[in-house]
């Protein structure tokens, strides 16, 4: 939908898909979809769960074995971005270094994105250039 031919529009680290192929495995799952929703103190939130089919529309990314599902609304939001798996003694997660984010709340769970047609820009210049 908002793809550039020959660009992933997500990345993932190797810790993040040793993670998802994990979950694929134990799951059964075609893969982890990723995508946004309304919510949280900044604004908006990501939203992960297996997949158990590929979507109409869906961003399809595959690194390594691991696949990344994006859901159409999301794909825009989440363009250029590295999804990482970080193991922490108290805490251990997927993180999202996201260069469309413009505040994150303090807890990291809520994000706020540039506006539409900041995001447009910059997905018409990566496509210019790709």
């Known amino acids: ?8 529009p997500v990345t993932m680290t190797p810790a993040a898909v040793r993670q998802i192929k994990r979950l694929m495995e ?3 799952a075609q893969g982890l979809r990723v995508g946004v929703k309304k ?6 939130e990501y939203t992960m ?6 979507g109409q529309h869906e961003e ?5 074995g691991a696949r990344v599902l994006i859901a159409p609304m999301a794909q825009m939001f989440l363009f250029g971005t ?11 997660g997927f993180k999202f270094r996201n260069p469309n984010v413009t505040e994150a709340c303090g807890c990291g769970e809520s994000i706020k994105f540039d506006d539409v047609d ?6 018409n210049a990566a496509r210019a250039q790709g």
Not at 84 to 91: R, V
Not at 118 to 123: A, G, I, Q, S
């Open 26 to 28: 134990r799951e059964g």
């Open 49 to 54: 769960e297996t997949a158990q089919e590929v």
């Open 1 to 8: 939908m908002f793809g550039i031919p020959g660009k992933s």
């Open 118 to 123: 900041t995001l447009t820009e910059r997905m």
């Open 60 to 64: 399809v990314v595959e690194q390594d």
């Open 39 to 44: 919510g949280g103190c900044a604004g908006m």
């Open 82 to 92: 590295e999804i990482d798996y970080e193991t922490g003694l108290i805490e251990s």
